[in-house]
């Protein structure tokens, strides 16, 4: 799959060609994203065939043996459910055309094998997050923005079900006693699930899609979500072992950059990643991925971040990478930067550098540990070399707004320098998000250590009066 196919929105629909490069730069005005999109193509199913297809489902359910299906190739089941199912069409003298008959047996098979009506989903590569708000509204996103589709399920219970099915399969379960759970799908995509009573208007799922082929950070450069010069400070980074933290809000793109830069990790190195959901795709040969696990029935047996980032100190990595710092593991992890793992990567949801570096704050405060504010702020001040915030703009689209080096304290507070930044100019005609990415002028401290590990930036990157495309 190319680029083009995994965001399509940011290509004009007509040539199906990238947008000029400088994308994000002024003067390119690309239409916005809803503009050129492809309608969704799926089609839903009308009242009466809904009716039927529940008879026919039902029918179908009485004359065969799930456990056998269960047994057979994905393509041998389809096959016999699909000739189960026309056969029963067939019976019951259904009223429909061979057209709306097959649509019928597609579903049917859809039901019993996949995941009823998100399959037609699951199948469109231009869906990044899948939203299911009660069984009567599924939303999707597509190019960045947030639409309704006509599909639906027949009822809570139905969505349930489904929603069991996606749980059970890696082996965690969702009721009233356990009402929110984080599952992954086969391919990879992270799923959440929060049901009634904590969901109040019914069984609530959320999926993000697992891009299977992953975006590469010269793909980064060709959306406009950072420039080139950027791109190649943050290679420089990785590969001196400076510690980053990713910021940014939902859906911003943090767990992209991280993947796009573990991808400059050396081949050699062991790396340990812990995550809630397993999301991050390493290409390195030496990688132990480790995923925390949720408590059972008796609520034992939780393996939380924290105990995950404390086991990997004593599993010799040469990097641990943290897919999203939320709760007291952040203390831990601030120890392990402070204490030689240095090259350590994770993302923290957050606006603004400045608030990324109040959260972690709050969340070393959440390890009930009685510190002073003050020491807090030096261990983080040691612990990370560099912040790089992410925006999702209103058109849809991702940067890089803002890349701060740590530079110490003073006083009580924590220094920083921005040293590139998103200039923004302004909004087009058609919404799009105009402005240039600018360095501020400042050299980074780490130029240094960079230049030590023999990765020399030339300091005219660093100057502010570059246009920097
Ligand atoms: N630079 C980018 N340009 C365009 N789309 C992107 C970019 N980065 C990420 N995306 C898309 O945006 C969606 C969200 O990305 P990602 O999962 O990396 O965000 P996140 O900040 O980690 O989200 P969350 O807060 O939910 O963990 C994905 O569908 C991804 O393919
Ligand atoms: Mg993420």
Not at 77 to 83: F, N
Request: hydrophobic share 40%; charged share 30%; aromatic share 4%.
């Amino acid at each position: 799959m190319n680029l083009k196919n995994r965001i399509i929105g940011h290509f004009s629909k007509d040539e199906g060609q990238p947008l000029p490069k400088g994308t994000g730069g002024e003067g390119v005005s690309p239409k916005s994203p809803g503009e050129k999109a492809q309608p969704l193509m799926v089609r839903a199913l009308s009242e009466p065939e809904r009716e039927w297809l529940q008879k026919i489902h039902k029918k179908l359910m009485e004359m065969i043996d799930l456990s056998l299906i269960g047994r057979l190739e994905q393509k041998q089941a389809r096959t016999q459910i699909c000739e189960l199912a026309e056969r029963i069409m067939d019976e019951l003298a259904v009223p429909l055309n061979v057209s709306t008959r097959q649509f019928l047996a597609k579903c049917i098979e859809d039901e019993i094998l996949g995941l009823g009506p998100l399959e037609p989903l699951l199948s469109e590569p231009s869906i990044a997050d899948i939203l299911v708000n009660g069984y009567g509204k599924v939303y999707v996103e597509r190019y960045g923005k947030l639409e309704l589709t006509p599909l639906r399920f027949q009822s809570d219970a139905h969505l349930m079900n489904i929603i069991d099915r996606i749980v059970s399969s890696v082996g965690r379960r969702i009721d009233e006693s356990s009402p929110m759970v984080d599952a992954r799908l086969k391919d990879g995509s992270r799923v959440n699930a929060i049901v009634p009573p904590l969901a109040i208007d019914g069984p609530t799922l959320s999926i993000r899609r697992f891009t299977v082929d992953r975006l590469r950070m010269e793909d980064l450069i060709e959306l406009g979500s950072c420039s080139r010069t950027m791109a190649d400070m943050l290679i420089g980074i990785v590969k001196a072992r400076l510690n980053v933290l990713i910021s940014g809000g939902t859906g911003s793109g943090k767990t992209t950059l991280l993947n796009v830069l573990t991808g400059y990790i050396s081949l050699d190195e062991r790396i340990i990643t812990i995550e809630d959901s397993a999301e991050l795709q390493l290409q390195q040969p030496h990688v132990v991925r480790l995923e925390t696990r949720p408590p059972n029935i008796e609520g034992k047996g939780e393996v939380r971040q924290r105990d995950l980032v404390r086991n990997s100190l004593r599993m010799r990595p040469d990097r641990i990478i943290l897919g999203e710092v939320r709760g007291d593991e952040a203390f831990d992890m601030l120890q392990a930067m402070n204490t030689g793992h240095d090259g350590s990567l994770c993302t923290v949801h957050a606006n603004t550098p400045r608030d990324a570096l109040g959260r972690l704050e709050n969340m070393v405060a959440m390890t009930g540990l009685d510190l002073p504010a003050r020491m807090v702020r030096a261990q983080i001040a040691s612990a990370i070399n560099v912040v790089l915030q992410l925006s999702r703009m209103e058109d849809g689209k991702r940067k890089l707004i803002s890349i701060q080096e740590i530079q110490g304290m003073e006083g009580d507070i924590i220094t920083m320098s921005e040293i590139f930044k998103f200039q923004r100019r302004g909004v087009d005609e058609a919404g799009s998000v105009l402005g240039t990415f600018k360095a501020t002028g400042i050299v980074p401290k780490f130029h240094e250590q960079l230049q030590k590990r023999g990765i020399d930036l030339p300091f005219e990157l660093f100057d502010p009066d570059r246009d920097d495309l």
